[in-house]
């Protein structure tokens, strides 16, 4: 045998091992199917709970919005009742009711920010989501997840207090990009950002 041949059989079993333990270090495609599966989970629970922290923002055209309807007064009871009730008065208290056990507190004070903005144009955003996409999902370390997913949502912007359509987008498709933290058998979210949206 040559002296580079021998030099190079270390060099070979090195690589064989180290090629052999990041193999095993990869996650298993059930792994990454079970994480892929509760991630979508988690933004199927999340967006509605979003899209309801938008309407919390403006409680009293709720409060009116219940009254001038009643047969919405229970559901708008109920929806008060599971994020804080009566005593929920900051906009803070009723984002927590919401959003807690879904988002961090950091995405949650984005979130009031973003509300509590739209509330000094006089605006509210009523939001639904109609449907949700993984686009990518990347987890790295086990616990941290950066998803991109395809959103479709109608949008309709009201002025503050009452029932006036300001502007609406109907069906409006995004791209969205999200940060998010193992949390026991799920996920939360830490950041939310709207990457992309598609006429």
């Known amino acids: 045998m040559s002296q580079g041949r021998i030099l190079a059989l270390p060099w070979l079993c090195i690589l064989g091992l180290a090629t052999s333990i990041i193999g095993a270090c990869a996650p298993s495609e059930e792994r990454v199917e079970e994480d892929e599966n509760s991630i979508q989970q988690t933004l199927d629970e999340y967006l509605p709970r979003l899209a309801e922290a938008y309407s919390l923002g403006d409680l009293e055209a709720l409060k009116v919005y219940a009254a001038?309807?009643?047969i919405f007064d229970s559901a708008m009871l109920d929806l008060l009742a599971r994020h804080g009730g009566a005593e929920a008065n900051t906009l803070r208290e009723r984002l927590d009711g919401v959003l807690t056990g879904y988002a961090a507190e950091k995405e949650i004070a984005v979130m009031e920010k973003r509300i509590e903005d739209l509330l000094t144009e006089s605006?509210?955003?009523?939001?639904?989501?109609?449907?949700?996409?993984?686009?990518?999902?990347?987890?790295?370390?086990?616990?941290?997840?950066?998803?991109?997913?395809?959103?479709?949502w109608d949008l309709r912007v009201y002025a503050a207090g009452t029932d006036k359509v300001l502007s609406e987008a109907l069906g409006q498709r995004n791209r969205v990009k999200y940060q998010m933290k193992r949390r026991d058998d799920g996920w939360v979210i830490l950041y939310r950002v709207l990457e992309t949206t598609f006429e």
């Open 68 to 70: 001038e309807y009643p």
């Open 123 to 152: 605006r509210v955003i009523r939001p639904t989501p109609l449907s949700v996409q993984l686009e990518d999902v990347r987890i790295f370390n086990y616990a941290n997840a950066f998803v991109t997913s395809l959103e479709t």
